[in-house]
């Protein structure tokens, strides 16, 4: 209906009487439609019997999604992402009402949106649905195919970080043994009179002649006190079982998204993984998906 350049470089704006939104159970669904129509439908009787009239509003649709502004002050009331919007239709039985269920980026709760157009219902439903298949192009070309890979890459990392955390309470267990294990050979030693060997030489022993040599009492000296290892917090993990860096395969480069835009990347692949349904059709390019 509109040119590619429309919607990704500007906005098709659309007027339109706002019913309002309703929370919704499912994301997709004619009969949940059909029942928050009904129920905003019924509400917006009783305001207007009230005196109260329907509030009017301008639509700008784009492949950014959908924004419900005031039409004449331009403040923007809603602005409805495409990938959270997941059905859209208008209805067959009054032409001028067309809505669509959106997920809301804060509570995270679905939300029907209800609106009322004289001549413009089935066209704005179409733009949506033209719009959505746009942006879900631009997401794959502009990196989307990488998300997956990229959740993958980061499942790896966290596991060679745990495994770096393993390989450090694993020398540290080692160290406090062979501590304890020079203790309790220390203590078993007996003081004995060095033998000379062939050449009347004292044979040469790694045990420090202090610690062989009795007191004046004739007792043998305790043995010098093994200095405690450091809690593994105050350890520089830094260096590994040989005294090299940590091998890290993923480290940080300039193509990896941080990970708050990694969150946002993954919550767009999942809303357009989900499609958009619109009169039954769904919206999605992924030639693996049965559903296309």
């Not at 005031?70 to 239709?89: G, M, W, Y």
């Not at 209805?91 to 009402?97: A, L």
């Not at 009179?193 to 062939?198: A, C, G, L, R």
């Not at 350890?235 to 193509?255: I, K, Q, V």
């Amino acid at each position: 209906m509109h040119t590619p350049e429309a919607l990704s470089k500007h906005y098709i704006p659309y007027n339109a009487k706002f019913l309002g939104s309703t929370e919704v159970e499912q994301p997709k669904g004619t009969e949940i439609v059909r029942d928050a129509v009904r129920k905003l439908k019924f509400a917006r009787h009783i305001k207007k019997s009230e005196g109260q009239k329907i509030p009017k509003v301008e639509l700008q649709i784009s492949i950014y999604g959908v924004k419900i502004l005031d039409p004449k002050t331009k403040e923007v009331q809603h602005n409805c992402q495409l990938h959270r919007i997941s059905f859209c239709a208008d209805d067959k039985t009054d032409k001028r009402i067309f809505t669509f269920i959106c997920k809301d980026s804060e509570s995270n709760k679905h939300l029907c949106y209800v609106f009322d157009s004289e001549k413009c219902a089935e066209e704005i439903t179409l733009t949506i649905g033209q719009a959505f298949d746009l942006a879900y192009r631009k997401f794959l070309e502009s990196g989307g195919k990488d998300v997956e890979t990229r959740k993958q890459i980061a499942g790896l990392q966290k596991r060679i970080q745990e495994l770096e955390t393993e390989n450090i309470e694993l020398k540290n267990k080692v160290q406090d043994l062979e501590n304890q294990l020079r203790i309790t050979e220390a203590g078993s030693v007996t003081p004995k009179s060095p033998s000379t060997d062939i050449f009347d030489m004292v044979p040469f022993s790694p045990i420090s002649p202090q610690s062989s040599t009795p007191t004046r009492n004739g007792t043998q000296p305790p043995p010098r006190p093994i200095r405690p290892l450091l809690p593994p917090t105050t350890r520089t993990p830094e260096l590994d079982l040989f005294g090299a860096e940590p091998f890290d395969p993923f480290s940080c480069g300039a193509g990896d998204f941080p990970p708050d835009i990694q969150s946002k990347l993954d919550e767009m692949q999942e809303g357009f993984k989900m499609g958009l349904t619109l009169e039954g059709t769904v919206f999605c390019l992924d030639p693996l998906d049965s559903r296309c």
